[in-house]
């Protein structure tokens, strides 16, 4: 009898293939860096603001890119932001680690303004206040049910 594989066992290796490249695609997806460039015109926007940069950073889940986050830091100063937002889960409810969080904003207060936004997974935890408190005393502007005013040459948004 001839060496070949079964239909069943065709479709079983193809499958297994299939989830494993999925899981390989999910895994680097959740750890890689990425970086988009977004232009936005608006007449609201006041003139003073053309060229204003603002970099967006969600999610993190307490992931480091490099020690210390140097990799991100980095990636930070390269994008000479005006302004730095944070929007949500930078901490991981299954998995919190607080100190990771404020080491970051510690750094990212040294590259611009930092406002931060709480996800959900924030609302999830006990350390959250704790993590509030810390990015506070790091000066990170923590936006809960309030608005700020970003001033730029007599004009503001």
């Given at each position: ?33 990425e970086v988009n460039e977004f232009e936005v015109e608006s ?9 204003f940069r603002i970099a967006q950073i969600s999610d993190l ?97």
């Amino acid at each position: 009898m001839c060496d070949r594989m079964k239909k069943g066992e065709r479709l079983f290796l193809i499958a297994l293939l299939v989830v494993v490249c999925l899981g390989i695609w999910v895994l680097w997806g959740n750890a890689a860096l990425e970086v988009n460039e977004f232009e936005v015109e608006s007449e609201r926007i006041p003139g003073s603001f053309d060229g204003f940069r603002i970099a967006q950073i969600s999610d993190l889940h307490n992931a480091q890119f490099g020690d210390g986050n140097i990799k991100l830091l980095g990636l930070l100063v390269q994008s000479e932001p005006d302004i730095i937002v944070i929007t949500g889960d930078m901490i991981d409810s299954r998995h919190t680690d607080v100190g990771i969080a404020l080491d970051f904003a510690r750094q990212a207060v040294k590259i611009a303004p930092v406002y931060y936004v709480p996800g959900n997974h924030e609302s999830r935890v006990v350390e959250y206040e704790t993590l509030k408190k810390g990015l506070i005393e790091a000066g990170v502007e923590v936006m809960e049910n309030r608005k700020v005013r970003i001033d730029c040459e007599g004009e503001y948004i």
